[in-house]
């Protein structure tokens, strides 16, 4: 549930450990808003910020808040668990994890998923030009 302690000016910035995503100013180091994800501190949050937008997926799902005050615009059930690369290209969100990838659009709603059937497991890189994210299959 997050906290709405202010709404601070951009810039903000945005940190993730376990299951908690939290708004800090980046002068004082004061907190002014947090987010808690319930159950899902398996892994560490892989994030995209966009300037209206904080995508953050955990070990089972992905949320967008609104930048910079947290508040919450949605949540969804990822098709795979683990750690998660996310790219974001014009108002599609790819979200690969474990040698799969799924679609989003940016409100939130699943609009495909490949699972690359026999072509194994392992973290995932996702690009187009001039726009790439590479896998951190780091623990």
């Known amino acids: 549930m997050s906290e709405y302690r202010t709404t601070a000016a951009k810039p903000v910035l945005v940190a ?3 299951d908690q995503i939290f708004g800090v100013d980046p002068v004082t180091g004061r ?4 987010h808690k ?3 899902m501190g ?4 892989a994030l995209l910020i966009t300037p209206t937008a904080i995508y953050a997926a955990t070990f089972s ?9 947290g508040e919450l615009l949605w949540e969804a059930k990822t098709a795979v668990n683990g750690r998660a690369t996310l790219l ?5 969100l790819f979200v ?5 990838i799924e679609c989003f659009s940016v409100t939130g709603q699943s609009l495909w998923h490949n699972r ?3 072509k194994g497991m392992g973290p995932v890189a996702l690009g187009v030009p001039d726009n790439v994210a590479q896998s951190d299959d780091k623990d």
């Open 116 to 118: 690359f059937k026999g």
């Open 16 to 18: 993730a450990f376990l």
């Open 88 to 92: 974001l290209e014009g108002d599609r």
């Open 37 to 39: 994800q319930n159950g």
């Open 61 to 69: 799902s992905i949320i967008c808040l609104r930048y910079p005050t």
């Open 31 to 34: 907190v002014l808003w947090e």
């Open 96 to 100: 690969g994890k474990q040698g799969e």
């Open 42 to 45: 398996h892994s560490s949050t």
